[in-house]
């Protein structure tokens, strides 16, 4: 809905603030407005708009000054700036206004249907960030409350979070390790092999996973199977999501006695819980119906996709055969993505494999596949999620 999007227009002509709020309000848009720097300095606060329409000359200011001012002093403010002008300014002050941030530029007399034109790509985009933040919330969800060890760490291994299982496991807590990295944590006898590790990763170089001991907040030691991919920010490696998993003796055992048919069954249901949840309804993130229903065709394709990968998966567990399953993942997270799809279906379709394979392999096996199929499902939502970070 546009009266969700906020205009604040100031400029010191009554005259053009009327023009342009009654075609704005007419394409349904929540507009205010006021004549001077100060009274727009407190409409800020008290309403947060979306859009700033600015007048570059004003009787308490200069808008450009202003302009600069606003982004400088309030950089988490989510607001966009236009600038209005009578005169056509030089390429000095163009270059000054968009180097503090200013978005856009807009002359007088004011072309409406171009003004309209552009605030509705600034609307699109609001809205785009808008659902990347909600689809990363239910990401951020996810992994705060999976059953595996997940962990994040810069590209200098500052721990920057630990999700609830790796804080009970090991009783250390994100706070605990606050400035510490996850080096430090790492059995001194396995921190060289940790590091190469490390660097196999940023060189496209490593297996799928890794085997190290770490130490809990007891000194007791904690072996884990940690699977490390990088994270990317416009193109660049900022660090590193793991997901591990306990191969403490006692885990083990524990995993095999109380992981029979009906544990696995119940870890399924809670997947199709999340997947089918009404605050997860694909329609809430993403236009349109899911792309699943909409062409089988497709869904077949990643269906088929998805189980070889896991198969491979397995295979590499169990006969220690080399398989790197990043790329097809990250080719099958493009597809999701230009599908519009959400974290939802990624869910969808890892639990329709395992159901597959419940139904032929042995109970045994299937412990492996469930632990396989959990970590490709994470780290394929993982690379969803960058994807639609890099559009924005």
């Known amino acids: 809905m546009k009266k969700d999007f906020k205009i604040l227009i100031v400029d010191d002509d009554p005259d053009i603030i009327q023009v342009i709020e009654r075609s704005l309000q007419s394409e349904n848009y929540k507009t205010a407005s006021c004549r001077d720097l100060n009274s727009a300095m407190e409409l800020i606060r008290e309403i947060n708009p979306n859009l700033l329409i600015l007048d570059v000359i004003l009787p308490d200011g200069n808008g450009i000054e202003a302009a600069a001012s606003i982004l400088e002093n309030q950089p988490n403010l989510d607001m966009y700036i236009f600038l209005i002008s009578g005169n056509r300014k030089s390429g000095d002050d163009l270059e000054k206004a968009y180097q503090s941030g200013v978005l856009d530029y807009v002359l007088k007399p004011i072309n409406l249907k171009e003004l309209s034109r552009k605030i509705k790509l600034i609307y699109r985009i609001t809205k785009l960030k808008e659902k990347q933040k909600l689809a990363e919330g239910k990401y951020m969800h996810l992994i705060k409350h999976s059953n595996d060890l997940i962990f994040s760490i810069d590209s200098k291994q500052k721990i920057l979070l630990l999700n609830t299982s790796f804080e009970n496991v090991t009783g250390h807590t994100t706070w605990s390790l606050k400035n510490k990295t996850f080096e430090k944590i790492v059995c001194a006898e396995d921190q060289l092999e940790w590091n190469e590790y490390l660097k196999a990763i940023l060189t496209n170089q490593a297996s799928n996973a890794h085997e190290i001991r770490i130490l809990d907040k007891d000194q007791q030691i904690i072996p884990l199977r940690v699977f490390l991919s990088k994270i990317k920010h416009d193109n660049e490696e900022i660090g590193f999501l793991g997901i591990a998993k306990d191969l403490s003796e006692q885990k083990l055992l524990n995993l095999e006695k109380g992981s029979g048919e009906n544990s696995r069954k119940r870890e399924m249901r809670s997947w199709s819980v999340l997947s089918d949840s009404q605050t997860s309804k694909t329609s809430d993130i993403y236009e349109g119906a899911s792309?699943?229903?909409?062409?089988?065709?497709?869904?077949?394709?990643?269906?088929?996709?998805?189980?070889?990968?896991?198969?491979?998966?397995?295979?590499?567990?169990?006969?220690?055969?080399?398989?790197?399953?990043?790329?097809?993942?990250?080719?099958?997270?493009?597809?999701?993505?230009?599908?519009?799809?959400?974290?939802?279906?990624?869910?969808?379709?890892?639990?329709?494999?395992?159901?597959?394979?419940?139904?032929?392999?042995?109970?045994?096996?299937?412990?492996?596949?469930?632990?396989?199929?959990?970590?490709?499902?994470?780290?394929?939502?993982?690379?969803?999620?960058?994807?639609?970070?890099?559009?924005?």
């Open 291 to 392: 792309p699943f229903k909409t062409d089988p065709e497709i869904y077949e394709r990643l269906f088929k996709d998805y189980q070889q990968i896991l198969d491979k998966s397995v295979e590499q567990r169990i006969y220690k055969v080399h398989f790197n399953g990043k790329e097809k993942l990250i080719k099958m997270a493009s597809e999701f993505g230009f599908l519009k799809a959400s974290p939802r279906e990624v869910i969808k379709l890892n639990s329709m494999v395992l159901k597959e394979k419940m139904k032929t392999k042995h109970p045994r096996k299937l412990i492996v596949y469930h632990e396989e199929a959990r970590l490709i499902m994470l780290e394929l939502m993982g690379y969803l999620a960058s994807y639609y970070r890099n559009r924005i």
